[in-house]
């Protein structure tokens, strides 16, 4: 009886490392055959990624006309509303009738593409792994982002049915030719490696030239630069200011996110993650940095330029916000605290009136988080980038500047000075803002 109680003892011994040799070589085997997504499964998720960072950008709308109502006079900001909520319904159109088919209809190494209205394909799903409609409305709405960069800038003194005018040519064949180049697989992508993963150029620094442009040819505000000093003109709601940056922030995470253009994979996952942190931490970067600046620099805290310290380092790391390590994004982000910072300032000194400080937040930094993108990405070329931000820089601020000066020798664009001096809100919209507080 003993030897048989030993023999089961023995035996279940066996069994037990018979069996966990199984369990492990069973192991070895699903991890070696990891499941792989299917092609259904993978549309899905890409077409997901597509709407919701698209519905988040949308948002950025939002967050420009809170940002720019906050930082103008309380007689104009009912007129800011009017411009947001109308360029961002042009952009929809233009880019419906023009913009998409400029930009992917571009031949390989292409300067143009092909004029025509869009009209989505989605006959064989699978082989282009996401849904026509969700890629377009995911483009559409970036076109919208540069539009309203010029609305901050020109702010006050332009008048409405120009400035939409201007926004219908930017959003229809400036931006869309210009983008082209680079995400069309046009002339930049293809001969010179150029790089732009979200828009710091394309989008940015294009709405960025074509503000420069306007504000050179509108010109300052009334009193802005009376008797060779620099005149501060408050904004009206700093807390709306701060609102409307918070949720520009927020868009930032669908604009770089949703850039990857994909989410059908592991990897696509963990490259989506890894942007949202380095568009994070540029963003943190940016605004600590302006913080400490402008104490050094006026003895006091100026939240307005702590406010686009915020918006200069979303705009620098937009260029590649997924190859830099954290503390690369850090420096980049920094760096763009630095620009804004001291760009407002200059921009005075040249008498150039940037309502919102867009060109410097936009503009310049858009200008070097494009050129910085070689630092940590190997696929792209230091002469690309300096080409495709000088090409493009080129290009818009050319275009715009002849669009605008068209405007001003036709139809005008500035108003006259006692409509500028009651407000905008009366004068042309025959309303205002807050009408239980006198404008000022």
């Not at 411009?83 to 209809?105: D, E, P, R, T």
């Not at 620098?316 to 980049?332: F, K, R, W, Y």
């Not at 309303?431 to 239980?436: S, V």
Request: hydrophobic share 50%.
């Amino acid at each position: 009886m003993q030897k048989t109680g030993e023999t089961n003892v023995i035996f279940k011994t066996i069994m037990a490392a018979v069996l966990s040799v199984c369990v492990f070589l069973m192991g070895e085997a699903q991890a070696q055959t990891a499941p792989v997504a299917s092609p259904a499964s993978e549309y899905l998720f890409n077409t997901l990624l597509f709407l919701i960072s698209g519905m988040v950008v949308m948002f950025m709308a939002a967050g420009f006309c809170m940002l720019e109502v906050g930082l103008v006079r309380s007689k104009n900001a009912a007129t800011i509303c009017v411009k947001n909520i109308c360029l961002y319904s042009i952009a929809g159109i233009m880019v419906w009738l023009f913009g998409y088919n400029l930009i992917y209809g571009v031949g390989e190494g292409g300067l143009i593409g092909k004029f025509g209205i869009w009209s989505g394909d989605d006959a064989n799903p699978l082989e282009t792994g996401f849904a026509s409609g969700a890629d377009w409305y995911f483009q559409m709405v970036f076109v919208a982002t540069a539009a309203s960069i010029v609305s901050g800038t020109l702010a006050e003194r332009i008048k409405l049915w120009p400035f939409l005018a201007f926004v219908a040519i930017l959003t229809g064949f400036i931006y869309p030719i210009q983008a082209s180049w680079e995400w069309g697989e046009g002339y930049l992508h293809t001969r010179w490696a150029f790089a732009d993963f979200a828009g710091s150029t394309l989008v940015h620094s294009t709405g960025g030239w074509a503000a420069l442009a306007g504000a050179l040819v509108v010109g300052p505000r009334a009193g802005k630069y009376a008797g060779g000093r620099v005149a501060p003109i408050p904004g009206s709601s700093l807390p709306l200011a701060a609102l409307g940056t918070f949720i520009l922030w927020l868009g930032w995470f669908g604009f770089n996110g949703g850039s990857q253009l994909a989410f059908g994979t592991i990897d696509d996952a963990i490259s989506v993650a890894r942007i949202f942190v380095n568009t994070n931490m540029a963003a943190c970067a940016g605004v600590l940095t302006a913080l400490v600046l402008t104490q050094f620099i006026y003895k006091k805290v100026d939240l307005t330029i702590v406010l686009n310290g915020a918006i200069g380092g979303l705009v620098s790391i937009t260029a590649d916000p997924l190859h830099p390590a954290i503390g690369q994004s850090l420096m980049i982000g920094a760096v763009g605290g630095i620009i804004v910072t001291l760009a407002v300032p200059l921009l005075d000194k040249l008498k150039i009136d940037d309502v919102v400080g867009a060109i410097p937040a936009h503009l310049f930094c858009g200008v070097w988080g494009t050129l910085i993108v070689p630092l940590t990405n190997p696929d792209a070329r230091w002469l690309g980038q300096i080409l495709g931000i000088i090409m493009i820089g080129l290009f818009v601020f050319t275009t715009s500047l002849l669009v605008w000066l068209c405007l001003k020798y036709t139809v005008g664009v500035r108003a006259n000075g006692r409509d500028e001096r009651i407000g905008l809100d009366k004068t042309e919209l025959g309303l205002e803002a807050y009408p239980e507080f006198a404008s000022t």
